[in-house]
């Protein structure tokens, strides 16, 4: 079994819109997210992005669009030598009540029974509260909630009840630094928030 960085796409990866990413000439890429992946790639992670697109679900895009922007951006992140071990998506409204959409575990749990990934060995890096819940219930070594994308504004509002605690950083690099600079055993870093 491996372990893995899951990762929120929009505000971690690329830029977040206030009005979604809804056509490949809108993703504009964070000038770090190459040398980050390959960092994460390089200590023996699995890359997994797992990212709600509920514009799908609200009508403003279909499916097929959705899936075809995270394959431009798998392919583009190759290019530059970052390997992406998988890409899950929830497409679903809010109100769906699906298993699938942050908060709720379900593209981690498929994550990983498809991949073989060890989830207490893994870490979750994204931009909202509902990132850092999905990945405090499957248990995973930690959760890190970044400024950039949504990040700031989350950390204007009250933490979820319920959400014991995860590590703040600026940005995916900071993020990436505090995951390889932790220690290897099997305990939970400290949390921050």
Known sequence: MFPAVFLDR??????????????????????????????????????????????????????????????????????QGAQVDGVYLCPHHPQADCACRKPKPGMLVQAAQELSLDLPRSWLIGDAWSDMLAGQAVSLRGEILVKTGRGNDQLLTPKPAGLNGCMIAEDLPEAVEAILSSPSTDHQPSNNA
């Open 10 to 79: 929009d505000g971690v990866l690329i830029e977040n819109r206030a009005d979604y990413v809804r056509e490949w000439s809108q993703v504009l890429i964070f000038p770090k997210t190459y040398s980050s992946l390959k960092r994460i790639q390089n200590a023996g992670y699995k890359i997994v992005i797992v990212t709600n697109q509920s514009a799908v679900g609200r009508g403003l895009m279909t499916l097929q669009t959705a899936h075809a922007i995270n394959q431009r951006l798998v392919d583009a992140l190759r290019e």
